[in-house]
């Protein structure tokens, strides 16, 4: 989905990192990679929380509960 934004797209984070990268906007390219390694933390935060919330039947390493 990233590479996709970032390619073909008129406006967003990509969009603003290839544009900046055109113009050797080195702070500004920076900064969307940091937006985006914090968008993956929190977006994976969330798939773990959903995933204990929802699949409680299974314990912390990913294996049944025996009995």
């Known amino acids: 989905m990233i590479v996709s934004e970032t390619i073909s797209s008129s406006s967003?984070?990509?969009?603003?990192?290839?544009?900046?990268?055109?113009?050797?906007?080195?702070t500004t390219v920076v900064l969307c990679i940091a937006i985006y390694a914090i968008l993956?933390?929190?977006?994976?935060?969330?798939?773990k929380l959903l995933e204990s919330m929802l699949l409680?039947?299974?314990?912390a390493k990913g294996s049944m509960i025996n009995g």
């Open 56 to 59: 409680q039947w299974r314990d």
């Open 12 to 26: 967003g984070i990509g969009y603003m990192a290839t544009n900046a990268q055109d113009y050797m906007d080195i």
């Open 40 to 47: 993956g933390k929190v977006s994976d935060l969330i798939a």
